[in-house]
């Protein structure tokens, strides 16, 4: 686990609670004008999203706590946010795609859209460090935009391993909590994989 995931589940469960308090406080408000709290539209929007909110923490609780063998100290995607230049040449009416990353990149895993159009205009089929491809936009409007597109797994270059939950329960499965008629949203702690995007807009570059 990492400070993040931490700090992202603790603001959810936090949500959660401020939500709670908020249904008490209109609740009360609305029971001492005299009126029935239980016939409010206002208070059972509230609870609907009280049930989502707590449906998300409950995710992301489940999810930490999967994670809780190992702490990443350092978290980096491969290729990173980082792997690609995207630069236009305003006088020869071409942008320039590089790759940067270190190790190999399949061309087939980098989406390469040219006014909302998807092209391929790599070299080959294999990228490697400073593999370049240019693109003319002589023919494309002022606003038009190039966009280069794709997505990098997590590595953890820093981890600190603890004890295993086999050590701690006896069992390889991390304790979850099951919460019986209720759907779980997907986690919002760091993801396994990220997308990332380079972009240039065709008029937007100096001479």
């Known amino acids: ?32 004008a005299g009126f029935d709290a239980s016939q409010s539209e206002r208070i059972l929007e509230q609870q609907q999203a009280l049930v989502g909110d707590l449906a998300q923490a409950l995710a992301d609780f489940n999810a930490l706590v999967d994670r809780a063998e190992s702490i990443e100290r350092t978290i980096a995607y491969e290729p990173s946010r980082d792997a690609f230049d995207v630069t236009e040449d305003v006088e020869a009416s071409e942008v320039a795609i ?10 087939s895993d980098v989406t390469v859209t040219v006014a909302g159009s998807v092209t391929d205009p790599w070299p080959a089929d294999t990228l490697t460090t400073d593999t370049t491809a240019t693109i003319d936009v002589s023919a494309l409007a002022e606003g038009d935009r190039v966009v280069v597109e794709w ?30 008629g209720l759907s779980l949203p997907e986690h919002n702690l760091i993801e396994a994989s990220s997308t990332f995007e380079r972009a240039v807009t065709i008029g937007s570059s100096e001479l």
């Open 98 to 107: 590089t790759y940067r990353g270190s190790g190999d990149l399949d061309a």
């Open 1 to 32: 686990m990492h400070e993040t995931d931490i700090a992202r589940t603790r603001r959810q469960v936090e949500r959660v609670a401020e939500a709670a308090q908020d249904i008490v406080d209109d609740a009360e408000t609305v029971a001492d």
């Open 151 to 180: 997505s990098g797994t997590r590595v953890t270059p820093e981890r600190i391993s603890i004890k295993s939950w086999d050590e701690i329960t006896g069992t390889t499965s991390a304790p979850q909590i099951d919460a019986s």
